[in-house]
């Protein structure tokens, strides 16, 4: 069982930055990938950024490549998500998720947190 409890969001003005945390408990976090999703009011969650468990690869999304960065520090059970260059089409609650197995950019991963908002004023 893992539990997995976001922070870091918040309203932040167009080309500001935010960093998200995810601190997951259980001390098997190290053999997960994990995953950030973000869901916009309406609109399909969908994939952002992914990390494999041991941080050697990463996966993102088109529309957030080269702007966020995902990383991971397995020593604190932490993933993180780097936001630079926030545009208001990134305004969603975001989600951290962590699959048992591959990295994916698929909603399929096994546990998932609360989630986060982050609202990105024009």
């Known amino acids: 069982q893992v539990q997995l409890v976001e922070s870091g969001g918040g309203l932040v003005q167009a080309g500001g930055s935010l960093r998200l945390s995810c601190a997951a408990s259980?001390?098997?976090?190290?053999?997960?990938?994990m995953g950030w999703f973000r869901q916009a009011p309406g609109k399909e969650r969908e994939f952002v950024a992914a990390?494999?468990?041991?941080?050697?690869?990463?996966y993102y999304a088109d529309s957030v490549k080269g702007r966020f960065t995902i990383s991971r520090d397995n020593a604190k059970n932490t993933v993180y998500l780097q936001m630079n260059s926030l545009k208001p089409e990134d305004t969603a609650v975001y989600y951290c998720a962590a699959n048992r197995g591959s990295i994916s950019v698929l909603p399929t991963y096994q546990y998932w947190g609360q989630g986060t908002q982050v609202i990105v004023s024009s």
């Open positions: 990390i494999s468990w041991s941080g050697g690869r990463t």
């Open positions: 259980g001390r098997t976090f190290s053999s997960y990938a």
